[in-house]
C-alpha cells in the first residue's frame, strides 16, 4: 500500500502511521475476491474494464464486487473509529 495514502492530514505522525495500519489491515481482511478489485479500481486505480480482463469477469461483477468492498472497508474503519472516540 503506498505511504503516501491520504489519512488525517495535519494529524501528528502516530496517528497518521496507526490511521494507514488499520487502512492496510483492513485491505488484508477482505476475501480475496473484494481484495483483488478493491485494490486494482481504489489503489492502483486502474479502469473497471482492465480488472475485468485481468480478472475474467464482466466490468457488472466488478462494479459490484468494489461496492461491496466499500461497504466492508466503510464497516471496518467505522468500527475502528468507534474504539478511539471510547478511548
Do not use: Q
Given at each position: 500500500?503506498?505511504?503516501?495514502?491520504?489519512?488525517?492530514?495535519?494529524?501528528?505522525?502516530?496517528?497518521?502511521?496507526?490511521?494507514?495500519?488499520?487502512?492496510?489491515?483492513?485491505?488484508?481482511?477482505?476475501?480475496?475476491?473484494?481484495?483483488?478489485v478493491?485494490?486494482?479500481?481504489?489503489?492502483?486505480?486502474?479502469?473497471?474494464?482492465?480488472?475485468?480482463?485481468?480478472?475474467?469477469?464482466?466490468?457488472a461483477?466488478?462494479k459490484?464486487?468494489?461496492?461491496?468492498?466499500?461497504?466492508?472497508?466503510?464497516?471496518?474503519?467505522?468500527?475502528?473509529?468507534?474504539?478511539?472516540?471510547?478511548?
Amino acid at each position: 500500500m503506498p505511504e503516501d495514502l491520504p489519512c488525517a492530514t495535519g494529524a501528528d505522525p502516530a496517528v497518521r502511521r496507526e490511521t494507514r495500519e488499520r487502512i492496510r489491515t483492513a485491505f488484508e481482511e477482505l476475501p480475496a475476491k473484494y481484495r483483488l478489485v478493491a485494490t486494482l479500481s481504489l489503489i492502483e486505480e486502474e479502469p473497471y474494464n482492465d480488472i475485468a480482463a485481468a480478472a475474467g469477469i464482466s466490468v457488472a461483477l466488478v462494479k459490484v464486487r468494489v461496492f461491496r468492498a466499500i461497504r466492508m472497508l466503510r464497516k471496518k474503519l467505522n468500527s475502528f473509529a468507534m474504539e478511539v472516540d471510547a478511548k
